[in-house]
């Protein structure tokens, strides 16, 4: 079942009641040392401020203006709090076209505060085409030019020779992301939203959910060698609960887009409930897939419009969710970094000149709630050749079954232009859709196909 973003949100509790302004103090670490990928563990904060939910083109918005619940106001509470959470943490920013340009007194005072914040805290200032999926709706030139456009305005309304450390974009095709790289000296984009399919405006499931580097034929697959290679590093931009994730859209008893998202936690399930399910997907990264990666990762966005909602009776409000929740990572895992999403996507950069040493390895037991069954266990490799999902129930002691194998190095092609799907789907999806899509076990795939997997891992074969 396909839900709009906005339609889920005015059906489940929402947030903040009016409340006065909190002094932000200033940070000693704004202009903080790059940070080393391994040993470490990461969370990165993304905000999007926009003016339609959806703005399909410099002239065509789709939706309702959101004028009225952006507010300077909301925005100061809203990193005063996220400050209150995570003394000295640095967050991303990122204005839509008719953000960074709106006339507005308020969305002025916005991009100047925003721009206070960057030089009191560290925070990085970007841009967002489209308001996420910006391919949906406009050829790649036009999306280059946006960026071309919008990355400049950025530069100056912040002044200083100021360049965005990375790009916000939902999912970006495979020449956007070139583009970035080459044109526009950018080396790091929120370009995939792992899972991401029949919820919200666009579907594109099928990449690695922590960073590689895209291949020229499609955003979703990694880069199989030099000819094919894009100096972009593709981020996700929501961690969700591989359980949870392994669905199709969502409905009354799941939500397939569960994790570390404030929609389908805070807001959706209350905030004591949220906050187990947050901390449960944390701990999938920064505890079993830290033991496993030698660093943990993860990642969300709360676009400022969520902090102007009405109702939330006898609820938390999410200006109260977000210091605690904060809070309790920081607790929970003191060595831990907040840091912008370029400097995330940089400092794996750094550590990586190409995919040749990718291997990713995560296992996850289910939380329990909402659709992230307890009874199961997910276990995900990921490596440049493919994607291997291996499911079973472990509290029967269960066989485990392959519920995805992605190969990436079949031939991959992206939606021309202006399609809902882009998702990169060939021998077996998780989400189950198709006629194939169903759980099998290992011997049951091809020679070949054993033979890659017990390339990567011969254990399994």
Not at 70 to 80: G, L
Not at 191 to 205: C, E, R, T
Not at 384 to 410: M, Q
Request: glycine residues 8%; neutral net charge.
């Amino acid at each position: 079942m396909r839900q709009n973003r906005r339609q889920f949100m005015q059906h489940t509790l929402a947030a903040v009641a009016a409340a006065g302004l909190s002094r932000l103090a200033p940070a000693e670490d704004a202009r903080a040392k790059p940070v080393p990928l391994y040993d470490n563990r990461f969370l990165t904060f993304n905000t999007v401020i926009r003016v339609n939910q959806i703005e399909a083109g410099r002239d065509q918005l789709i939706g309702s203006d959101e004028g009225s619940i952006h507010s300077p106001e909301t925005a100061r509470q809203f990193r005063a709090a996220f400050e209150r959470g995570w003394p000295g943490g640095r967050m991303t920013w990122a204005f839509s076209w008719w953000a960074l340009q709106d006339k507005r007194d308020n969305y002025k005072a916005i991009r100047d505060f925003a721009v206070e914040c960057h030089h009191k805290f560290g925070d990085d200032i970007t841009f967002i085409p489209g308001g996420y999926f910006a391919n949906m709706y406009n050829t790649r030139e036009q999306v280059n030019a946006d960026l071309h456009d919008a990355l400049a305005m950025v530069s100056e309304m912040v002044g200083g020779g100021f360049r965005p450390q990375s790009v916000v974009a939902g999912y970006l095709a495979a020449d956007n992301l070139r583009h970035l790289a080459e044109k526009e000296g950018i080396h790091v984009c929120q370009g995939n939203i792992w899972s991401q399919y029949a919820v919200d405006n666009g579907d594109g499931d099928g990449s690695i959910c922590y960073p590689y580097y895209p291949s020229r034929e499609h955003f979703c697959k990694p880069a199989q060698g030099e000819g094919d290679f894009i100096d972009c590093v593709n981020l996700d931009g929501w961690t969700c609960d591989f359980l949870a994730a392994r669905r199709s859209g969502c409905t009354s008893t799941y939500n397939s887009r569960m994790g570390m998202g404030p929609i389908e936690t805070f807001m959706r399930l209350g905030a004591d409930t949220g906050m187990k399910e947050v901390l449960a997907t944390t701990a999938a990264h920064f505890d079993a897939g830290f033991d496993l990666n030698k660093f943990g990762a993860v990642t969300t966005c709360w676009e400022l419009s969520l902090f102007d909602l009405d109702g939330g009776k006898d609820k938390k409000t999410l200006l109260e969710c977000l210091p605690q929740w904060l809070e309790k990572t920081r607790t929970r895992w003191p060595k831990s970094c907040c840091v912008t999403q370029g400097e995330f996507g940089n400092a794996w950069r750094a550590a990586h000149k190409d995919n040749t040493g990718l291997d990713y390895r995560f296992v996850q037991r289910g939380s329990g709630i909402f659709g992230s069954d307890e009874n199961l266990e997910i276990r995900w490799f990921m490596n440049r050749d493919f994607r291997l999902a291996l499911l079973r129930d472990w509290k029967v002691n269960g066989p485990e079954k392959a519920i995805d194998f992605t190969r990436y190095g079949l031939k991959a092609e992206e939606p021309r232009d202006k399609s809902r799907n882009w998702s990169l789907m060939n021998r077996l999806n998780q989400k189950g859709i198709r006629p194939q899509d169903k759980p099998v076990g290992l011997k049951e795939f091809n020679d070949e196909e054993r033979s890659l997997i017990k390339t990567h891992y011969p254990e399994l074969v």
